[in-house]
């Protein structure tokens, strides 16, 4: 059972820059798959990033540029460093692992193992 637990949430001005870190325990496939989601109140659950045991990472349209996303194999950590942030970033993150490989993962559903979430506030 892969158990996930995000952290670094918090509250930042607009411009600023917060770093999320997930940590990722248990069994993972050797082909995984992690991801960042997010969900503001009142939308839908999306993707912002994606990396797979390659390190291949793919980001979001709204992101790309602002967002990096990181993996420490050694410790098994995801981090998702946020810069530049925006009012419009605000919402629950939630680090996943997908049940595949992320060449077919592309929606929440295709990931099965979830973070409880942090919360990422920004105010203008």
């Known amino acids: 059972q892969v158990q996930l637990a995000e952290s670094g949430g918090g509250s930042a001005q607009a411009g600023g820059s917060l770093r999320l870190s997930c940590a990722v325990s248990?069994?993972?496939?050797?082909?995984?798959?992690l991801g960042w989601f997010r969900q503001a109140p009142g939308k839908e659950r999306e993707e912002v990033a994606a990396i797979d045991d390659k390190g291949a990472t793919r980001y979001s349209d709204s992101v790309k540029g602002r967002f990096t996303l990181s993996k420490d194999d050694a410790e098994n950590i995801l981090y998702l460093q946020m810069d530049s942030l925006s009012p419009e970033d605000t919402a629950m993150y939630y680090c996943a692992e997908a049940y595949y490989s992320c060449a077919i993962s592309h929606s929440s559903a295709d990931f099965g193992y979830w973070g409880q979430g942090t919360q990422v506030t920004v105010s203008s």
């Open positions: 248990g069994y993972t496939y050797s082909s995984y798959c």
